[in-house]
């Protein structure tokens, strides 16, 4: 279906061809959770579902804009980036506003966009509509954008234009991906690593809890200024330390009495998560799934009791994996409080697995179990 039909409409929206068509994946992130504000690594990929655009410059100011998923138009100026009444439309505003600001100069576009990333399932659509307008910007108004440019005009446009105050794995994800590998980015500097993920016997699982519990925001918010609270205390003891990537498990066996209980524990699974990042990827370089798939079920402990970000429906997947042969490592994935559980499952095993979490989730919690399974891919590129 995509990006075929992406291309049709356009054909019989503007009776045209478009210039180009460009395809802007979608994310995982299978290690390496809450890390990204506390200056450690992360380890996503890019996926093969995705957000696909096709689009044609102007040789006017005009934004012809088509929504193709919702059905949905509208039109905007290149020179008056003011939000809109379409929420949708923000991210492509959002972009057009970020690439004025670099004080970059080109004219108005068409545009049909839409996809099969699923909606709210934790695996940034907002990051590939916005990935995929900067990379089709750049390209057919010739910006001299570099790779790390346009997933930095991406961010901005989240963050100042939407107002969603995000970290810059989901945009870079979305962008640097490569088939059959995962991104061991650096959240100090930005500094990033491949690492092969080699599956030829497994698949990546995603299994959709269908629900998001309303804390998420809010608490996400408190968990920055805890952490910002655990490094203060940490720091006032080790002067040395300047990030999160200077603290050892004994500084924070020595700063433990200085720190609520709470405190500490955020602290203690932040030491832990940024450690985990670094022996899973020396795992995977000796293509060691199993260690691999302990750190995840371990990350997800930590997610659970230290840094309380998980929900029952989250931990009862997790759960339900553990005595499972056919299961690597599974673990919630995202920011918390609903969303999916990302799980590294033997290709022979697959439907079974899928039968008995589906049963089991409807008896626990009279709910259908969603689960989308993905492959690794590269980043965005042209169709």
């Known amino acids: ?36 504000y506390n200056d ?49 439309c923000n991210y492509l505003i959002g972009v057009v506003d970020e690439l004025q600001k670099a004080g970059k100069k080109f004219g108005g576009f068409n545009v049909v966009f839409g996809g099969d990333i699923p909606l ?61 590998s995962v991104i061991r980015l650096d959240c100090r500097d930005l500094s990033f690593e491949y690492f092969p993920i080699a599956l030829p016997d497994h698949v990546v699982v995603l299994c959709n809890t269908g629900v998001k519990h309303s804390l998420g925001d809010s608490e996400y918010n408190t968990r920055r200024l805890e952490c910002e609270e655990a490094l203060r205390t940490l720091a006032s003891i080790f002067p040395e330390i300047g990030s999160w990537r200077d603290v050892t498990f004994e500084m924070l066996a020595e700063a433990e009495p200085l720190m609520t209980e709470v405190v500490y524990r955020r602290a203690k699974y932040v030491v832990g998560e940024i450690e985990r990042v670094v022996v899973a990827c020396e795992a995977l370089l000796q293509n060691d799934l199993g260690t691999f798939g302990r750190k995840m079920y371990e990350t997800h402990r930590g997610l659970q009791h230290d840094y309380e970000v998980s929900c029952p429906e989250l931990d009862f997947l997790v759960e339900q994996t553990r005595e499972n042969m056919a299961v690597i490592g599974s673990r919630m994935m995202g920011g918390g409080f609903g969303g999916c559980t990302v799980n590294i499952v033997e290709k022979s095993q697959l439907d079974s697995f899928i039968a008995g979490l589906t049963e089991a989730y409807r008896k626990e919690f009279n709910r259908e179990l969603v689960y989308y399974v993905v492959a690794l891919t590269n980043g965005t590129e042209i169709v």
Not at 11 to 22: N, R, W
Not at 47 to 68: G, L, M, Q, W
Request: glycine share 6%; hydrophobic share 40%.
């Open 120 to 180: 709210g399932a934790g695996v940034s659509s907002s990051a590939a509509v916005e990935t995929g307008l900067s990379f089709a910007l750049n390209h057919i108004y010739n910006l001299g954008l570099s790779t790390l440019q346009m997933v930095q005009v991406s961010k901005a446009a989240e963050n100042n234009f939407v107002g969603v105050n995000c970290g810059i794995m989901d945009q870079f994800a979305s962008m640097f991906g490569k088939k059959d």
């Open 1 to 36: 279906m995509y990006p075929e039909s992406i291309i049709k409409k356009f054909v019989d929206t503007f009776s045209a061809e478009p210039a180009i068509t460009v395809r802007a994946p979608g994310r995982i992130n299978l290690i390496g959770e809450h890390t990204d």
């Open 40 to 88: 450690g690594y992360v380890l996503p990929a890019s996926i093969d579902k995705a957000i696909y655009f096709a689009i044609s410059p102007r040789t006017d100011n005009e934004c012809h804009a088509v929504a193709f998923d919702l059905d949905s138009s509208t039109v905007f100026s290149v020179n008056n980036p003011v939000a809109s009444e379409h929420s949708w």
